[in-house]
């Protein structure tokens, strides 16, 4: 009578994070929330690999600003429909100080941004 169990949404949640880890390196990655600016409490997490990988959890929709001012060049970000299993089509990003980052829709999303 607590959790999720197996249904189908746990199975979402798991194959989207088997997406995910199998996107970038995550396990080498640590959470850095620091880097997320105008967060409110619970709406989004961030692991990085400075300069490198990003994947920030937005738990469902909203929007926050992103320092990458450690990041050069041209990046790409590519946003992970956590309950359908679905990346959406990559876009590019250049590296700017702060980057607004607002999923594509209600509901959990991951951003995956690399540079």
């Given at each position: 009578?607590?959790?999720?169990?197996?249904?189908?949404?746990?199975?979402?949640?798991?194959?989207?994070?088997?997406?995910?880890?199998?996107?970038?390196?995550?396990?080498?990655?640590?959470?850095?929330?620091?880097l997320l600016l105008h967060r409110?409490?619970?709406?989004?997490?961030?692991?990085?690999?400075?300069?490198?990988?990003?994947?920030?959890?937005?738990?469902?929709?909203?929007?926050?600003?992103?320092?990458?001012?450690?990041?050069?060049?041209?990046?790409?970000?590519?946003?992970?429909?956590?309950?359908?299993?679905?990346?959406?089509?990559?876009?590019?990003?250049?590296?700017?100080?702060?980057?607004?980052?607002?999923?594509?829709?209600?509901?959990?999303?991951?951003?995956?941004?690399?540079?």
């Open positions: 009578d607590s959790g999720l169990g197996l249904g189908e949404e746990a199975q979402s949640v798991i194959k989207s994070m088997r997406m995910l880890t199998d996107s970038m390196d995550f396990f080498t990655s640590a959470p850095d929330n620091s409110e409490p619970n709406e989004a997490y961030c692991r990085a690999i400075p300069g490198k990988q990003y994947a920030v959890y937005f738990t469902d929709g909203g929007g926050v600003s992103m320092d990458f001012s450690n990041c050069k060049g041209i990046g790409r970000i590519k946003w992970l429909n956590v309950m359908s299993s679905e990346w959406l089509n990559p876009t590019a990003i250049e590296a700017e100080s702060n980057i607004q980052l607002i999923p594509p829709g209600e509901g959990q999303y991951i951003a995956l941004i690399e540079f």
